[in-house]
């Protein structure tokens, strides 16, 4: 940056907020667009230091901006006839975060599909039906009815032929009940209760209660009421099953297909070694016990064959393009939005919001304003307000978006 900037020759900007200490401490820098360089910064977001500020640039006749009211109230103050344009960077970036906060409070971790192709073979049902002896007992004389023969079954189980034998040769009333562990059951508990819970609220409203009326009496807060009458509550804990990103990560597609071929866990630790990962044998272990236990949980709600899909995989299509979501096949995507017709929705909304910020058709917007409110999803409908708040400088952005390249 340079040491000296002749201010009077400045016209064109755009100010935006950086951190020094996030959530603390806040400054306000100044970029020209036409050199693309910065030129200033001052430690402060506040609409007066800031309108101050641009004041001492006499000659601005642009400012590209974010959609906060201190800029725009700053911007306004300082250089009442400058062309306010509100960024197309923010634009996109909020109307992300607003899909993905959505996703994330209406969608479990992992997204329930129809089982493809993949996940339905002999393998991959061994693998996830099979944590246990119980368990592989019952899968062992299932595929004997389905006509598998020993041997065949002793291959998908990785184990002997006079394993197997001693497996086909048990009487039914004699297999020991697999018993579900202690996290599974609070967490049916847990589905149970709320569930009950949804429908108290759900009764009393129907009987003519106000919400004020209920909430006195059953003990909810009235945002827990107003949030159990909405459509799309769920019961399911939403932080259930979910695991923080670490170094398995972008492995543990390869450990599930590794371990449904038998490969042992040495082996499999070595090929995703030899890819970059740096975690010890044991986590995939703890990884493969859980991802099982997961599976048969849910398989025990419902006969027909089903297979989860990450929601941050799903998450990621908000930012980038299928192909590039590793783990996601397009087979895969398509059930999910047969599924969850709303994200179907949402993808498009963010396609066609894409679109017409690069199109320099400001008029096309009031048509995606009135698609976007009739989703009627509470964290669209704060963007879309913010939208309509600065509607003048959104559409100079969408106009003149050649501007703030």
């Given amino acids: 940056m340079p040491s000296i900037v002749d201010k009077s020759t400045v016209k064109i900007v755009c100010v935006d907020d950086f951190a ?25 977001r506040e609409t007066t230091a800031v309108a101050e ?12 901006r974010d959609g906060a009211q201190a800029y725009a109230s700053a911007s306004s103050n300082s250089h009442p006839k400058a062309l306010q344009i509100s960024d197309r960077f923010h634009l996109l970036k909020n109307l992300s975060e607003a899909v993905e906060k959505y996703m994330c409070r209406l969608f479990p971790t992992r997204l329930e599909i129809p089982a493809t192709a993949a996940t339905q073979s002999p393998e991959m049902q061994a693998l996830y039906n099979t944590r246990n002896r119980s368990e592989r ?41 697999a018993n579900m562990n202690v996290r599974e ?37 009235t945002v827990t009421v107003n949030k159990y009458l909405k459509a799309d509550c769920q019961v399911n804990n939403g932080h259930y099953d979910c695991r923080m990103p670490g170094k398995l990560t972008p492995y543990e597609q390869d450990v599930i297909t590794m371990r449904s071929q038998g490969i042992t866990y ?52 908000i930012y980038r393009e299928l192909e590039k979501v590793k783990g996601l096949t397009l087979e895969q995507y398509d059930a999910a939005v047969k599924k969850y017709p709303m994200l179907g929705q949402l993808y498009s909304l963010l396609k066609e919001f894409h679109r017409i910020v690069f199109s320099q058709k400001s ?21 879309v307000t913010g939208l309509k708040s600065d509607l003048d400088a959104v559409k100079n952005g969408i106009r003149s978006n050649t501007i703030t390249d």
């Fill in 363 to 383: 008029d096309e917007l009031d048509e995606w304003l009135i698609k976007s409110i009739k989703l009627d999803i509470d964290e669209i409908n704060t963007y």
């Fill in 266 to 317: 040495t082996k499999i630790h070595e090929a995703i070694c030899s890819k970059g990962y740096s975690g010890t044998v044991a986590s995939l272990r703890v990884f493969m016990q859980n991802d099982r236990t997961h599976q048969k949980a849910v398989h025990m709600l419902t006969a027909e064959p089903k297979e989860y899909i990450p929601r941050k995989f799903m998450c990621q299509l």
């Fill in 20 to 44: 020094f200490r996030k959530r603390y401490s806040y400054g306000s820098v100044m970029v020209d667009l036409e050199t693309h360089r910065i030129i200033d910064i001052i430690d402060s």
């Fill in 137 to 177: 007992i019952r899968f062992a004389q299932s595929k004997r009815d389905e006509g598998y023969t020993i041997n065949d079954i002793a291959l998908l189980l990785h184990s002997s032929v006079s394993t197997i034998s001693k497996y086909l040769a048990l009487p039914k009333d004699e297999i020991p009940k």
């Fill in 53 to 64: 500020w641009l004041k001492t640039y006499p000659n601005l006749s642009v400012i590209s």
């Fill in 185 to 221: 059951a609070q967490h049916l508990d847990y589905m149970n209760q709320k569930q009950k819970a949804v429908d108290e609220v759900r009764q009393l409203y129907s009987n003519g209660n106000a919400v004020d009326e209920i909430t006195r009496l059953t003990g909810h807060t």
